[in-house]
């Protein structure tokens, strides 16, 4: 059985499917396996923000197939862990927990590069043109130290 590993965020157009895309990367696809899903439900069915797609495509990654979804409650079942990308999605996401073992699978995404300090991924979808960018290099920062933990942990 492969680890199963979900990103979240709020819209699963901007943030979530960059984690997905990035993270998938630096891991075994045979050991290992990579969703994402956002809280909120106006993107279900679509595809990613054009501006994720470009932005991975620049660093060599294809996001354009994935399809957004909402997360739900069996997402606790089904995964091991959860990476959600800022403190609301982190709220939203331990809202739904139904017990302590659920809620531990939660963790914030850039915890992996200052643990405890809270730090959001800030989202992108409004803001300056540059900030795609930004997301790309921190998810990639931190994507690098999870893969490193995850394989350490998962032999
Ligand atoms: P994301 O960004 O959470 O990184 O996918 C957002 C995209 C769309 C919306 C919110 C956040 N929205 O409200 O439509």
């Known amino acids: 059985m ?9 819209g699963n157009i901007c943030r979530s499917p960059l984690a ?12 290992f396996t990579v969703d994402s899903a956002g809280t909120g439900s106006w993107h279900v069915g679509r595809g990613p923000d054009n501006r994720s797609i470009a932005t991975a495509q620049k660093n060599g990654l294809n996001i354009a197939n994935q399809k957004g ?26 809202h739904l927990a ?4 659920q809620k531990q699978k939660v963790q914030l995404i850039l ?20 900030g795609f960018d930004m997301v790309y ?3 990639n920062e931190a994507c690098d130290i999870i893969a490193q933990n995850l394989i350490a942990k998962h032999p």
């Open 2 to 10: 492969p680890v199963k590993i979900l990103m979240v965020c709020l």
């Open 20 to 31: 997905e895309g990035i993270l998938a990367s630096k891991l075994p696809n045979d050991k």
């Open 69 to 94: 979804r909402q997360f739900e409650r069996s997402d606790f079942d089904t995964f091991d862990y959860v990476f959600v990308m800022d403190n609301s999605n982190y709220r939203d996401v331990i």
């Open 98 to 101: 139904q017990n302590e073992t």
């Open 111 to 130: 915890d992996a590069i200052f643990p405890g300090e809270n730090v959001d991924v800030p989202d992108p979808y409004y803001g300056v043109s540059n």
């Open 137 to 139: 290099e921190m998810l």
